[in-house]
């Protein structure tokens, strides 16, 4: 008919099963999906376990404001750096992302596919994280929403720093290691882990100047957290972002497909 109305166009048939490939290629690596996965729930568990045992003793701790942000922090660098930098660098050790060149998926849609599954399983856990926050009352509902929104500009930091280790060492086991370095250091530097309340006023002054530590910022933020607080939210965004713009630039020129010997 002249007036019929366009068919929607539905996803490619080599993007699906490009995307169900790098879905498998994700949860069948154990070693790095099922840590990232349960190692924040693990954490968030432990300190909130010490909470609760330790109710109503004099002096006892109270992790509580401190449980949801050390989550989502380890769950959004978990997936950026973890899953993420590792399996990418043995794609190119094992010379798997050389043999893209001889197929019809572009590279292009490889890594846009590679970065979709790792996207969608950081949204799932984020929002897996707030609901059961909400659900402990330690976080309401409508800071929830602001929790999640933060949580997927992180995501976004650590998926470039991700893409730029893995897309530039050569050797997966290094660019792994370099993803639980940077993971570590930028969890116990940033706040999320070690409240800068019991720090000294010197070193937090450094320390809360550092992107990673702005981003943890937001997040105490974001979840009306009386914890940290040190920089303006409009402020610590706009770092955020400029930072992540500058990183994915450089992501982009360090990019290598082959390992160069």
Avoid: C
Avoid at 54 to 71: E, H, N, R, T
Avoid at 121 to 130: D, E, H, V, W
Avoid at 229 to 248: C, D, E, M, Q, Y
Wanted: hydrophobic residues 55%; proline residues 6%; glycine residues 8%.
């Amino acid at each position: 008919p002249r007036h019929a109305q366009p068919r929607p166009q539905h996803l490619h048939p080599q993007m699906r099963r490009a995307l169900k490939l790098q879905t498998r290629e994700l949860v069948r690596n154990v070693s790095y999906f099922v840590f990232v996965a349960v190692f924040p729930f693990f954490m968030s568990g432990m300190f909130l376990g010490m909470t609760y045992i330790m109710a109503g003793k004099p002096g006892g701790p109270d992790f509580g404001p401190i449980v949801m942000p050390m989550a989502i922090f380890l769950a959004v660098t978990g997936i950026g750096l973890q899953v993420t930098a590792g399996p990418l660098a043995e794609l190119r050790e094992a010379g798997a992302l050389r043999v893209l060149g001889t197929t019809p998926l572009s590279r292009t849609d490889f890594l846009l596919t590679h970065l979709a599954v790792r996207f969608i399983m950081g949204i799932i856990q984020i929002a897996i994280i707030i609901a059961i926050a909400i659900g402990l009352d330690l976080v309401t509902a409508s800071n929830g929403v602001l929790v999640f929104a933060v949580s997927l500009i992180g995501l976004v930091l650590f998926f470039t720093i991700g893409y730029l280790i893995g897309g530039a060492v050569s050797s997966g086991q290094l660019a792994a290691n370099l993803s639980t370095l940077i993971q570590l250091l930028a969890l116990f530097l940033s706040g999320a882990a070690i409240p800068f309340a019991i720090l000294p006023d010197s070193l937090t002054a450094v320390l809360s100047k550092i992107p990673t530590s702005l981003f943890a910022d937001l997040i105490f933020w974001a979840a009306d957290s009386p914890l940290q607080r040190t920089s303006n939210p409009l402020l610590a965004f706009a770092v955020v972002i400029a930072v992540t713009v500058a990183l994915f630039v450089v992501a982009v020129r360090a990019f290598k497909w082959d390992v160069r010997k």
